[in-house]
Nanobody, 121 residues
Framework: QLQASGGGLVQAGGSLRLSCAVS????????VGWFRQAPGKEREFVTA????????YYLDFGKGRFTVPRDNANNTVYLEMNGLKPEDTAVYYC????????????????WGQGTLVTVSS
């Protein structure tokens, strides 16, 4: 089970940290991905990280602004977002899959509920 939280309203240029708490199974060999869906748009990949090691993916819009630290002791993966822009407004989802981090949502069998991030201009 995955539980995403931490969304809210923030001004452009601000920061937010989303949390994805993982429970119910051993995720030591799982990767966690973050996806988002803006109103009227398709879901898109944000970033993903393997639970262990350094296998991490970022897409261009997140590079330099988004990081994905993890807290293995508390089974939590974070999405730290800096320099937020109005176009980052979306519902953000975390998802988990066994093995390596990947950018394709369809390969993630486990999903949490979304958390809404709104960036005002």
């Amino acid at each position: 089970q995955l539980q995403a939280s931490g969304g809210g309203l923030v001004q452009a240029g601000g920061s937010l940290r989303l949390s994805c708490a993982v429970s119910g199974r051993t995720f030591s060999s799982y990767a966690v991905g973050w996806f988002r869906q803006a109103p009227g748009k398709e879901r898109e990949f944000v970033t993903a990280r393997a639970w262990s090691g350094r296998n991490t993916y970022y897409l261009d819009f997140g590079k330099g602004r988004f990081t994905v630290p993890r807290d293995n002791a508390n089974n939590t993966v974070y999405l730290e977002m800096n320099g937020l822009k109005p176009e980052d407004t979306a519902v953000y989802y975390c998802a988990a899959k066994p093995g390596t981090a990947q950018a394709t949502g369809e390969v993630y069998p486990y999903w949490g509920q979304g958390t809404l991030v709104t960036v005002s201009s």
